[in-house]
Each structure stands twice: as structure tokens, then as C-alpha cells.
T-cell receptor, first 113, second 115 residues
Framework: GNSVTQMEGPVTLSEEAFLTINCTYT??????LFWYVQYPGEGLQLLLK?????DKGSNKGFEATYRKETTSFHLEKGSVQVSDSAVYFC????????????FGIGTKLQVIP | GAVVSQHPSRVICKSGTSVKIECRSL??????MFWYRQFPKQSLMLMAT?????????EQGVEKDKFLINHASLTLSTLTVTSAHPEDSSFYIC???????????FGQGTRLTVV
């Protein structure tokens, strides 16, 4: 079955530091890949997505590239802010008609001033 | 993007009572919706797939008699936690797939606390 492996946190960074959160996946076919963010006390928000190999998703300074050869979708940001403190989930959506999302464990990011 | 509205956002109930959580697709129709549960410091796990006009499909280990799912219309799915116990305290979130393209839209989630 499908699975997503994501680095466990928490990750603590100083403001303006570089962020990488690793994510690898196992899936049949050609899944779509996502990063979701969950701010404290809130639901999930889509941060970015990529639907095919070599696609780069980007939003709010975050980027992730769909690497089929390494089955990875690492999240990066060049300069984090305190407001980026949240839990980040890597996820995939099967390429078949059954659109069930498979999530990674989530990585808590804390950015300190 | 499309909007999925989930209500209530927080609920506290007494042990033994039942709680209903609603999930609505506001500007699109959803023949399928998914219900997830998130335990503290863990990921979201799929509980069940809600199918409009037919029975829900439950994941292994999820008690269908405890977590009642009804999908009576193309825009509304409900999850009822029956005879709730403290171990049912969790974060529940619903999602609906996009009608075109690979994407899923999530509700705001419901924090259930059973005391």
C-alpha cells in the first residue's frame, strides 16, 4: 500500500534560518504529492502540491520538488519566520480513482525570534 | 479553491453521550467524503469513506457501530460518535476530493473532548 515517511520533529530553528523537512513516499503508479500545514488550534491547509515528476510546488516562500527517482518531496524554505511555526504534513494522493490521502506523521516546526 | 466546512470546531461531552460532527462542501458536490482521526502527536489516520446514498466503508479496526456515518446528500456527511468515552477524545477532520484534478479539501477539524 501507499506510505509516507517524514522526519519526526520537533524542529527548532532561529528566525531567518534555512528549513528542510524530508519526506519520502512509497506508492504504486504516479501519485500527486502535497504539503499541508496545521497552525495551532486550526485545521489543515494546503501549502503546496506537485502532480507529476520534476514539478516544483511553491507557496509563501516554501518549495518542494517531486523527485520520482528518489521518491522524495522535501520541503524547503530559505528564511523561516516565527509565523511559520506549525505542524507540516507530507501527503500523497493515489493516481487511481479512489482519492484517499495518505499522510506522513507530521513535523512540528518551532521558530524562535 | 473549494471550501469544506466542518462543525463544531470544539465540543466537550460527558462520557456515554453521543456527538454529531457535520462536514459540508459549500460550493461543490461531493459524492465521497473521508473522515480522519488524529491522535496527539500522531498523524492523521483514515477512519472511513463516506459514500452518498450508500453505506460507509470503514478502515480496519474502526468500529462502525460506534462511529456512525451518514452521507444523505451531495453536500453533507455526518460522523456521530456514539456512547463516547474518554479514549474517543481526539481531533476529527473530514475531507472531500476535488471534482477535477488531484486534490483534497479539508474541513477545519473538530476537537472532541470526552469527560
Amino acid at each position: 500500500g501507499n506510505s509516507v515517511t517524514q522526519m519526526e520533529g520537533p524542529v527548532t530553528l532561529s528566525e531567518e534560518a534555512f528549513l528542510t523537512i524530508n519526506c519520502t513516499y512509497t506508492a504504486t503508479g504516479y501519485p500527486s504529492l502535497f504539503w499541508y500545514v496545521q497552525y495551532p488550534g486550526e485545521g489543515l491547509q494546503l501549502l503546496l502540491k506537485a502532480t507529476k515528476a520534476d514539478d516544483k510546488g511553491s507557496n509563501k516562500g516554501f518549495e518542494a520538488t517531486y523527485r520520482k527517482e528518489t521518491t522524495s518531496f522535501h520541503l524547503e524554505k530559505g528564511s523561516v519566520q516565527v509565523s511559520d511555526s506549525a505542524v507540516y504534513f507530507c501527503a500523497l494522493l493515489s493516481s487511481g480513482g479512489y482519492q484517499k490521502v495518505t499522510f506522513g506523521i507530521g513535523t512540528k516546526l518551532q521558530v524562535i525570534p | 479553491g473549494a471550501v469544506v466546512s466542518q462543525h463544531p470546531s470544539r465540543v466537550i461531552c460527558k462520557s456515554g453521550t453521543s456527538v454529531k460532527i457535520e462536514c459540508r462542501s459549500l460550493d461543490f458536490q461531493a459524492t465521497t467524503m473521508f473522515w480522519y482521526r488524529q491522535f496527539p502527536k500522531q498523524s492523521l489516520m483514515l477512519m472511513a469513506t463516506s459514500n452518498e446514498g450508500s453505506k460507509a466503508t470503514y478502515e480496519q479496526g474502526v468500529e462502525k457501530d460506534k462511529f456512525l456515518i451518514n452521507h444523505a446528500s451531495l453536500t453533507l456527511s455526518t460522523l456521530t460518535v456514539t456512547s463516547a468515552h474518554p479514549e474517543d477524545s481526539s481531533f476529527y477532520i473530514c475531507s472531500a476530493p476535488a471534482n477535477s484534478g488531484p486534490e483534497a479539501f479539508f474541513g477545519q477539524g473538530t476537537r472532541l473532548t470526552v469527560v
